[in-house]
C-alpha cells in the first residue's frame, strides 16, 4: 500500500511537470483567448496537486488503519479516475480545434505586433520554436512593409529581417511546428495518463481490501 501511494506521488508530480512545460512554454509567448486551450495545461498541474493530496491522504489512512480515511481515499480515487476518463474524451473530441485556435491566436498576435508586449511574445515564441510568421514567413510581409521580425532570422542579429530570404530566414510556420510540438508531447502525457490509470485501479483495489481488513478488525474486536 505504501509502495502505491509513493506511485501516486510520482505520477501527481510528473502530471504537475507537464503541466507547467506547456503552460510556460505557449502561454508566456502567446495570449491564448480559447478558455479550454488556455486552461488545460492549468487543469493538469491541478489535477497533478489533488492527486498528490489524495495520496497523503491514502498513505495516513492505511498507517493509522482509519476506515473512514481510507474509504475516502478510495472514493476520491474513483472520482478522479471519472474526472480524467471525461478529460480524455473531451481531449479526443476537441483535438483537431487546437490547430485552429493556434491560427487565429498567432494571426492576432502578429497583427499587434508593434503593440506594448506583442512583439516580445511572438518573437520569443519564434526563437522557442525557430519558426516564423503563422503558415510561413510570408505571413509577415504585408504587415511590416516586407521585412519580417530579426527574431525569424537563422542567426539572429539587429536589421537581418530587413532582408529576407529562404536561405537566411526560418521557412516555417509556427503553427505547423507548435501543431507537431503539441503532438509529440501528447503521447507523453497519454502515456503518463495511462500509468496514473493503472496506478488508481490498483489503488482502489488495495483501498477496498485494506476496507474490508479493517472493517473485520473492528468487528473482531
Known amino acids: 500500500m505504501v509502495s502505491l501511494r509513493r506511485e501516486h506521488w510520482v505520477s501527481g508530480i510528473a502530471l504537475i ?3 507547467i512545460v506547456v503552460q510556460t512554454k505557449l502561454n508566456g509567448s502567446l495570449h491564448i483567448t480559447s478558455v479550454a486551450a488556455s486552461g488545460a495545461p492549468i487543469v493538469i498541474i491541478i489535477v497533478g496537486v489533488i492527486i498528490n493530496f489524495v ?3 491514502g498513505c495516513c489512512g492505511a498507517w493509522k488503519e482509519n476506515y473512514c480515511m481510507v474509504t475516502t481515499f478510495a472514493v476520491l480515487l474513483i472520482l478522479i ?3 480524467e476518463i471525461a478529460a480524455a474524451i473531451a481531449g479526443y473530441i476537441f483535438k483537431d480545434q487546437i490547430r485552429g485556435v493556434l491560427e487565429r491566436t498567432l494571426n492576432e498576435t502578429m497583427r499587434n505586433y508593434n503593440k506594448t508586449g506583442n512583439a516580445v511574445n511572438i518573437d520569443e515564441l519564434q ?3 525557430s519558426c516564423c510568421g503563422s503558415a510561413s514567413y510570408n505571413d509577415w510581409l504585408p504587415l511590416l512593409n516586407d521585412t519580417v521580425p530579426d527574431s525569424c532570422c537563422k542567426a ?8 529576407p530570404t529562404s536561405s537566411n530566414i526560418n521557412k516555417e510556420g509556427c503553427v505547423n511546428v507548435i501543431n507537431a510540438w503539441l503532438k509529440k508531447n501528447s503521447l507523453i502525457v497519454a502515456g ?4 496514473i490509470a493503472l496506478f488508481q485501479l490498483l489503488g482502489i483495489i488495495f483501498a477496498c ?3 474490508k481488513g479493517i472493517r473485520s478488525g473492528y468487528e473482531v474486536m
Open 17 to 19: 511537470v507537464v503541466g
Open 55 to 57: 495520496a497523503f491522504f
Open 81 to 83: 479516475f471519472i474526472v
Open 127 to 129: 526563437k522557442q520554436f
Open 156 to 163: 539572429e542579429r539587429p536589421g537581418c529581417g530587413s532582408k
Open 192 to 195: 503518463v495518463a495511462l500509468g
Open 209 to 211: 481490501v485494506l476496507m
